[in-house]
């Protein structure tokens, strides 16, 4: 039992780690929370079922095209949600953010309707682990998931547009200064966020279907990820995103599976009275 | 400057002064139309008010709330394609009292807050003769004080016994559906009584319909001296039952009765049937639904479920509209679709009985109906709870919900 809950948890887990990353690449790039975070992986298991339901392309090609699309969106949400309010005040940028989300969330029903739709699994049935039973999807999802960080890590770190997004995140005056066109970066930063999160929604959808509302409860658990791991930490948000995944798992056969919500808020609230930064977040003490 | 002020607040006072003119006189209107409302609605009815009688010319208006947006939106998908489809067959057919019906929609919100202002919002219009609840018995509940104040015909789509005990109470509001009294009871006999099992697992939603439900079985199988092994609620939305499934193991049962929405129960079912759990799963209406059983794929094999209705219904009227709702809609036709076309024809027939759009005339009308066939049951709407006589138990076989035994039951108090 104790292995199935494991695998279950690690695989929960990752995909709010997904959703969590996405979120710390817009919080380090603008400085704001995306509350629309849950609705890219919505949005982006909707464009896998198109590819994949309605127009009968292979599962993995389909994911490819609805990451392609999610760029697009990204883009397009910076551009209409973000920089018109660049220069305003960062509670504006939010409720921006939330009206985004309720748009996406009711576009989505009006174009896909409210009927909940599956997608194909990457791979069909189920693999023993020892005396657990697994479907290959969970495994799948750890997989996928794991190429998807490594390649988000080298991008950021290894790579020249890496390079320039992390610079106009640290500093956007400075980064223009420079000569990094900074709409650039941060439209580039938006996309890579919608794109990973999109991602997470496909290969979510087989196991637990997609309908409109299916990003706000992923949504919280994220952002539950965010502040166990630590705000802007990009590794941090992994690790907070395995946390709520095992605590939630664990959590709900040994305690309660009324109140697992309620276990992850618990754990979160400890661990901001005991090191509030974060797991990985820097302490920022102003002197006096 | 000071002058400009002074003339402005002079203006605002005068603005003031007369919308709270018209307010009194609209407060006087409504006192008196109240007024000879609580006179009309003794059981011998005097002359109608004529402030509550919708026009005599145009359609005649029926309202009808559910959820267009919001996580209960699939209701209002399936409610606005029925209610298109029965006023259309019943304009086509020549309407009712010679005039065409028009459904008014508001939208519920998939919240209990919304429901009540949905409701208000068609009380308030006089033009709308009856109004139809949303598919929840939460909602029902909710609106349910609304409906006595606005003293307007009202059925309600929920199947709780909170809202039985309350539609027994308040002459104005009807539960169109039987009650889950009778329903739980009924799977739970088969469960015990036919498949011979005789240690059961529950796994339900928390939310209220389906504690309810929970709660229902669990007194059921007590009158069989048997207590549930384990119950596991979780709440809505949920999307892993590992650590759910994994006390369900333990337990070690022959059989599990689950409460819960469409697609909570197909993501159950797969994760069930994905571990090699094949115990039998008695389930509520969800289970035995087109969508869920359309999401839950080969996993809703051998799932019994206590339901009012399935697409491939031997009634000959609910498989007329179940073949015209898969014509037109593509999609095979669910429970809320078939529920808001037997409550509309219904609050038809109640006109056509009262010969008036008279609001308590309709009312009225509505409480001599008894043995009305509709598309999914029989109603007996003498009194006001627990009207859908029947129900149906269904298992799942090669994805289609197969009729194992038809129910019809005397109403439950």
Known sequence: MNLQLLISGTTMGIVYGLIAMGMVLIFRSVGVMNFAQGEFLMVGGYFCYTFNQILH??????LLLASLLMGVVGVVFMRTSYWPLRKAQTKAIIVSAMGASIALKEGARLTWG???????????GTAKIGTATVQWQYLSIIGISVVLMIFVYILLEKSFIGHIMQATAQDQYMASLVG?????????????SAIITGIGGGLLAPLFFLSN??????????????????????PGAIVGGLIVGLVESFGGAYISTTYQLVLIYIVLVIVLMFRPQGIFGERIQEKA | M????????????????LSASACASVDAKSTSTSTSAAAATEPAASAADTTKTASASGPIKIGLTTVLTGDRSLE???ASNAAKIVQDEVNSSGGVLGRNIEIVIEDALGTDVGAVNAYRKLAADKDIVAIVGSDSS???IAISSSVQEAKILTTGQGSSPKLMEIANSNPWLFQLRASDQTLCAALVKYAVEEKGLKTFAIVHDTETASADQARLFTEALATYGITPSVVVPFTSGTKDFS????????ADVDGIFAACFHTEAAILLQQLRALDIELPVFGSNAFGDPVTIGLAGDASNNVYSVTAWVPNTTNPKGAAFSAKYTELYGDACAKSAAQIYDHISLICEAIKIAGTTDRQAVRDAMATIDNYQGAITTYDCTTNGDCGRGGLIVQVIDQVPTIVKELYSEKAK
């Not at chain 1, 392309?57 to 389909?62: D, E």
């Not at chain 1, 990094?180 to 890579?192: D, E, H, K, M």
């Not at chain 2, 000071?2 to 002064?17: G, Q």
Request: proline fraction near 4%; aromatic fraction near 4%; charge should be positive.
């Open chain 1, 57 to 62: 392309l292979p599962i993995l090609v389909s």
């Open chain 1, 114 to 124: 409210a009927i909940p739709v599956s997608v194909d699994k990457v791979i069909k």
């Open chain 1, 180 to 192: 990094i066109p900074v709409i650039v970066s941060i439209g580039l930063t938006f996309a890579l």
């Open chain 1, 213 to 234: 509302t299916m990003g706000a409860a992923s949504g919280a658990k994220a952002f539950a990820a965010i502040v166990i791991g630590g705000f802007g930490s990009v």
């Open chain 2, 2 to 17: 000071k002058k400009v002020k002074r003339i402005l607040a002079t203006a605002l006072s005068i603005a003031m002064l």
């Open chain 2, 76 to 78: 209002g998908e399936y």
């Open chain 2, 138 to 140: 939460n909602d029902n």
């Open chain 2, 243 to 250: 650590s759910h499934i994994a006390q369900i193991q333990n």
